[in-house]
Each structure stands twice: as C-alpha cells, then as structure tokens.
Nanobody, 123 residues
Framework: QVQLVESGGGLVQAGGSLRLSCAASGRTISSYDMGWFRQAPGKEREFVASINWSGASTYYANSVEGRFTISRENVKNTMFLQMNSLKPEDTAVYYC????????????????WGQGTHVAVSS
C-alpha cells in the first residue's frame, strides 16, 4: 500500500506557473510508475502526464505537451508536475496516482490515488 498526498495548488493568472508535488508514504515510489490526472467541474477525470519508475520515460496529454513537465525524486519519495504557461482551461483538481504502467492513460488502470489539489487559472 502507498499513500499519496498532493500539494502546491492555488490561484494563478493565465501565463503563470505552479509546481505540484505528490508525496508518498507507506512504500517507496521507486516500485511504481506514476501519473497526474485532473478533473474539472462537470467533466470526467482526464490524463495529464505519467512517468515510469526510473523517470526515464514520460508521457503527456496533447493539451499540456510543451507546457507541463513531470519528474520524480525517488530518494525523496516525491513526484512533481511543473506547470508553465497556464491557461484558464487548466483549472481543475489535480490528482496524483500510482500503480499502473506509465503508458496507461485511463484512471481505472491506477491503484492508488491522492486526495487532489485545486488549481485555478484566472484570465
């Protein structure tokens, strides 16, 4: 079992940046491929980015490619999402997840989830 806690969300103006963190406990995250998802009000949870256990492979949704960067520090048991050039349509609750293959883009593929952190981008 692994417990995940997100942090770093907040309110930012369009064009700004935020860095989300996902801190894990219970087990070392080096055992897991991990990912970030987001869910806007009235919409389904969608894939944002994922990273394999070593950090060597990363995957991004088309909507964030070139603006967001996923990374991890296994020694700190933490994963990150650097979000630059934020747009109002990036507004959502962001969740970190673990337990699926890094190439998986469907929420049901992941076994472990955090509680989410809210990101709001004003225009």
């Amino acid at each position: 079992q692994v417990q995940l806690v997100e942090s770093g969300g907040g309110l930012v103006q369009a064009g700004g940046s935020l860095r989300l963190s996902c801190a894990a406990s219970g087990r070392t995250i080096s055992s897991y491929d991990m990912g970030w998802f987001r869910q806007a009000p009235g919409k389904e949870r969608e894939f944002v980015a994922s990273i394999n256990w070593s950090g060597a492979s990363t995957y991004y949704a088309n909507s964030v490619e070139g603006r967001f960067t996923i990374s991890r520090e296994n020694v700190k048991n933490t994963m990150f999402l650097q979000m630059n050039s934020l747009k109002p349509e990036d507004t959502a609750v962001y969740y970190c997840a673990a337990g699926a293959a890094a190439s998986a883009r469907f929420p049901l593929a992941y076994s472990y989830w955090g509680q989410g952190t809210h990101v709001a981008v004003s225009s």
